[in-house]
């Protein structure tokens, strides 16, 4: 057996190790009177390493689980602002048209809405047309965008939460595979430790019978 890492030099996408299944636990320890401590030793270092990337990614995933909802809602509201912007725009060019000038002050007038404070608090507020919106770019950071950039910039990251989510997802069902792997490996080597310890007793009491 190796005395160097226990994991397979196989990878996924992301760079997570592949755990090795051990199908001759006799033959991986070296024969009959192979050492197992170190060995375990190593499973268990190997799990509490995947453990880690778990938890980590646990993590991860719940926070894009929250904020992919987030960027969904400040998308349909920019595509509302920016359709409704488009709609006034050809309510204007079709001022020799009495409805349509009344239409056109119709899409004019503000729309009343409300929005989140915090958890707990929401304020009204009126909408009116705008060409531009202030996009919380997080850090402390809040920048103004045209609209048709706004949505450009919100559908980008957007495509780039949900292909990480997906990811993510993938990566933890790995994890939990590679982990399982490393436990029946654990049990494998521990019973076939207890087994060997019985024989050697059993063998010995035999020959003390003998004698």
Avoid: C, H
Wanted: charged content about 35%; proline content about 4%; aromatic content about 8%.
């Amino acid at each position: 057996m190796s005395s160097g890492s226990i994991f397979q030099e196989e990878k996924n996408p992301r760079g997570i190790p592949k755990a090795p299944f051990i199908a001759n636990v006799e033959e991986y320890l070296g024969g009959p009177d192979g050492e197992v401590e170190g060995p375990l030793k190593q499973f268990q270092d190997a799990i509490a390493k995947y453990r880690y990337m778990d938890a980590n990614l646990t993590q991860r995933r719940r926070s894009l689980e929250d904020k992919i909802p987030d960027i969904k809602k400040t998308l349909s509201m920019v595509e509302f602002l920016q359709d409704r912007r488009e709609s006034k725009d050809k309510a204007d060019d079709r001022d020799d048209d009495l409805e349509d000038d009344d239409d056109t002050k119709g899409s004019g007038k503000p729309v009343t809405t409300t929005f989140e404070l915090n958890d707990t608090l929401f304020a009204e507020a009126e909408l009116e047309d705008t060409d531009t919106v202030f996009l919380w770019l997080g850090a402390n950071v809040m920048l103004s965008y045209e609209l048709p950039a706004a949505i450009s910039l919100l559908r980008s990251k957007l495509g780039v939460a949900e292909a990480s989510l997906a990811t993510t997802i993938e990566d933890l069902e790995f994890l939990r595979e590679q982990l399982t792997v490393m436990e029946v490996n654990t049990a494998r080597v521990y019973n076939w430790d207890v087994k060997r310890r019985r024989e050697k007793r059993l063998a010995e009491e035999a020959a003390g019978k003998k004698a």
